[in-house]
């Protein structure tokens, strides 16, 4: 089971930090990421992580501003997100995969186990 917190609503220009906890099972050999859906638009890959921390993946429209990291001994991943813009207002769900690297076809479908799902909303 995947949790996510620390979703809420802030200003633009502020930050948050979401936290994914797994709890049922150890995650430290999965990759894991951070999906995001917007109203009306399509769920959108937004940061990923291989199971050992080495390697990640930022989509370009939060690059610079989000970062993603993981802690194998916590079972959590966190996404620390900055200078939050309006678009960045979605619902935001954490998943894991069964694959450990962050490769082209990991990042095409990765997603075995999901999160509910938190809200960030950001206004102007």
């Known amino acids: 089971q995947l949790a996510e917190s620390g979703g809420g609503a802030v200003q633009a220009g502020g930050s948050l930090r979401l936290a994914c906890a797994a709890s049922?099972?150890?995650?430290?050999?999965?990759?894991m990421g951070w999906y995001r859906q917007a109203p009306g638009k399509e769920r959108e890959l937004v940061s990923a992580?291989?199971?050992?921390?080495?390697?990640?993946y930022v989509v370009d429209s939060v690059k610079g501003r989000f970062t993603i990291s993981r802690d194998n001994a916590k079972n959590t991943m966190w996404l620390q997100m900055n200078s939050l813009k309006p678009e960045d207002t979605a619902i935001y769900s954490c998943?894991?995969?069964?694959?450990?690297?962050?490769?082209?076809?990991?990042?095409?479908?990765?997603?075995?186990?999901w999160g509910q799902g938190t809200q960030v909303t950001v206004s102007s």
């Open positions: 992580i291989s199971a050992s921390g080495g390697d990640t």
């Open positions: 049922g099972r150890t995650v430290s050999l999965y990759a």
């Open positions: 998943a894991a995969d069964l694959r450990s690297d962050i490769t082209s076809e990991t990042l095409r479908n990765l997603g075995d186990y």
